[in-house]
């Protein structure tokens, strides 16, 4: 089945450093990758997603881009700010095959938890 | 207003007690899900609903029950709440139309004693 794997949290960074989250999954045929974003007390929300290989995700100065040669889809940001401070979770849409017809579901990383100090 | 709404926000019962959390959504998708969040297990989804007469089981559905009264309404039901089923619920909604992106709820944070 498809699965995805988030590098271990928590990670803490102090403003302005350099962020990488790393995500890769396992899945058949072609799926979607999403990273979507929890911040404290909130439900979770969609931070930027990319649809086929080599696309970029990229929303509020983060990035990601569709590796599908690694299976992978990192999310990395050039300078943090104390704001960013969540729970990042990468996931993936189940699909039926080489078409992309969806499933509509998505199957979701662990989490990482991200904290950000002044 | 928000556009997926869930009540209660927090709730506290009893082991052996039958509790309902409810979902709203105004974002008129046909597309339900109910998930669980549990620290270091990320989400994992309970039931799904592709259309009022459309439900289906998640990976962890025993234990729960749910109802789709309307397009807009999606209910989650604990039949005899367990200690085990403390946890962060979050309902979702989606597009039929082939955009995956799902819209999250705010989160019921439940405990059961």
């Known amino acids: 089945g498809n699965s995805v794997t988030q590098m271990e949290g928590p990670v803490t960074l102090s403003e302005e450093a350099f962020l990488t989250i790393n995500c890769t999954y396992t899945?058949?045929?072609?799926?979607?990758l999403f990273w979507y974003v929890q911040y404290p007390g909130e439900g979770l929300q969609l931070l930027l997603k990319?649809?086929?290989?080599?696309d970029k995700g990229s929303n509020k100065g983060f990035e990601a881009t569709y590796r599908k040669e690694t299976t992978s889809f990192h999310l990395e940001k050039g300078s943090v700010q104390v704001s960013d401070s969540a729970v990042y979770f990468c996931?993936?849409?189940?699909?039926?095959?080489?078409?992309?017809?969806?499933?509509?579901?998505?199957?979701f990383g662990q989490g990482t938890i991200l904290t950000v100090h002044p | 207003d928000a556009d997926v709404t869930q009540t209660p926000r927090n709730r506290i019962t009893k082991t052996g007690k039958r509790i309902m959390l409810e979902c709203s959504q105004t974002k008129g998708h046909d597309r339900m899900y109910w998930y669980r969040q549990d620290p270091g297990l990320g989400l994992r989804l309970i039931y799904y609903s592709f259309d009022v007469k459309d439900i289906n089981k998640g990976e962890i559905s025993d234990g729960y029950s749910v109802s789709r009264q309307a397009q807009a309404k999606f209910s989650l039901s604990l039949e005899s709440a367990i200690p085990n089923q403390t946890a962060l619920y979050f309902c979702?909604?989606?597009?039929?139309?082939?955009?995956?992106?799902?819209?999250f709820g705010p989160g019921t944070r439940l405990l059961v004693l």
């Open positions: 979702a909604t989606s597009d039929r139309t082939g955009d995956e992106t799902q819209y």
């Open positions: 990319a649809t086929k290989a080599d």
């Open positions: 996931a993936l849409s189940d699909v039926l095959g080489a078409g992309g017809t969806s499933y509509g579901k998505l199957t």
């Open positions: 899945a058949t045929g072609y799926p979607s």
